[in-house]
C-alpha cells in the first residue's frame, strides 16, 4: 500500500510543481522585457514573429495563463482573431532568461492560486499516506 502512497505523492507533487513553475512564468510576465513582433499566422491563436538580440523567435502564446492553462486558447480564440489580425504589429513580452518563451498580454488570473492550494494538500496528503503508510480498511483476505 505504501507503494501506491508514493506513486500517487511523486504524481501529485510532479503536477504541482510544473503548474506553480508556470504560474510563477505568468505572474511575473508583466516584468518582463518588450519587443516588437509581428502577426505572421493564425492557427486558433496568433502566432508572431520577433526578434531577441538578433536571433529570430515564434510564438503562439497571447495569454500569459496559457502557460497554465493550455486550452485557454479555446474560449478566446474569436477574441484572438479580431484583436491579432495578419500582420498586425504586437508588442511582445519574452522571458529574460527563455526568450523562446513569450507572451503578448500579462494580465495574470489569480484564480490560479486556490487551484495550486489544493494541489498542494493533496500532494500533502498523498506523502502522509506514504509516511503513515495508511491503509484501506477493507481487507481481501479474511
Known amino acids: 500500500m505504501r507503494l501506491l502512497w508514493l506513486f500517487m505523492f511523486s504524481a ?32 486558433g491563436t496568433p502566432d508572431y514573429s520577433y526578434s531577441v ?13 496559457e502557460f497554465f492553462t493550455p486550452d485557454l486558447f479555446v474560449q478566446n480564440s474569436a477574441k484572438y ?4 489580425p495578419l500582420q498586425a504589429k504586437v508588442k511582445v513580452h519574452y522571458c529574460p532568461g527563455k526568450p523562446t518563451l513569450a507572451a503578448l498580454e500579462t494580465t495574470f488570473d489569480f ?20 509516511i503513515f503508510g495508511w491503509r484501506s480498511r477493507v481487507s481481501v483476505w479474511p
Open 53 to 65: 538580440g538578433g536571433t529570430s523567435h515564434t510564438s503562439s502564446y497571447v495569454s500569459c495563463n
Open 111 to 130: 484564480r490560479i492560486i486556490p487551484a495550486l492550494g489544493v494541489l498542494a494538500l493533496v500532494t500533502a496528503l498523498c506523502f502522509a499516506g506514504f
Open 81 to 84: 482573431a479580431v484583436r491579432y
Open 12 to 43: 501529485w507533487l510532479l503536477v504541482t510543481v510544473v503548474t506553480s513553475v508556470q504560474a510563477w512564468r505568468a505572474y511575473t510576465a508583466r516584468n518582463w522585457p518588450i519587443t516588437d513582433g509581428v502577426v505572421t499566422a493564425f492557427y
